[in-house]
């Protein structure tokens, strides 16, 4: 039995406003109680930028991190979706395998330990086989790009069928046979798509390196209040318990530039915190 308040909690970064600083960021996620920031790389120009070419704000965060004693510990790398791997447009593929490169170096200058990868061969367009094959090809190249600097990837469970699940990021896993790719589910995203969860953590449960937390409604992957939709935390965590899970949790949130974000941040700690109590403590005393 482990008592899972003991891992790592990160926030992030789009659960606080987009204008904050990065010391502002990393200080409101501090106060609200968490360990470490996700920061998130998405399809906007402004934040691919991060990983084309560094930027200046490369040195702000490694300024922020040393000034708050909060890392960045992951990285959540949505921008694919804008340049998917999987592209039959070979401009487009290319251009998503580069940000993939990009990222790696970034996690290297500023400590990201984890980069998560959005599990996407295709999102704008129509996805088969032959995106899927791609998909795989430019996985290989990047793995190895990884290897490279020793930085791990980490698919996340996608709310599309090619990485829907654990264990069909299995597949690209155990065909790749990389200490450096590994698996990055999201609860809210398996829940919604209504995921049998027990049976597909225990497909991948020597390869899971962090978990998103958030809750979801069937079809509805974001935006929803946690205890306001259909996961079961106290059954999620019960499990993780029984798994002996041991690594980090990441609470994914929108803040929509609201500052009430910074409170609504500190809630889902303390709601997410409380489910975590009443699990250890339902352990301990079916132990005695």
Known sequence: MRDLRKNLLGLYEKALPAFLSWEERLSFAKYAGYDFVEMSVDETDERLNRVCDGGSEKNEIVYAILKTGVPVLTMCLSGNRRYPIGSKDEEVRIKGVDIIKGAIRLSVEIGVRVVQL???????????????????????????????????????????????????????????????LNVYPDIGNLSSRKIDIKKDFLSGKDHIVVIHLKDTRENEFRRVDFGEGTVDFTQFFEMLSDMDYKGPFVVEMWSDDDLASIPNAKRAKEFLNAKLGEVCQEKRKNSI
Do not use: H, Q
């Open 118 to 180: 959005a599990g996407y061969d295709e999102y704008y367009n129509p996805s088969d086989d032959i995106t899927s094959r791609l998909f795989e090809k430019s996985l290989i190249e990047c793995v190895g790009f990884a290897e490279k600097y020793g930085v791990m990837l980490a698919i996340e469970t996608m709310d599309t069928e090619l990485c829907g699940s654990i264990s069909n990021i299995m597949r690209f896993v155990n065909n790749i046979k990389s200490p450096w």
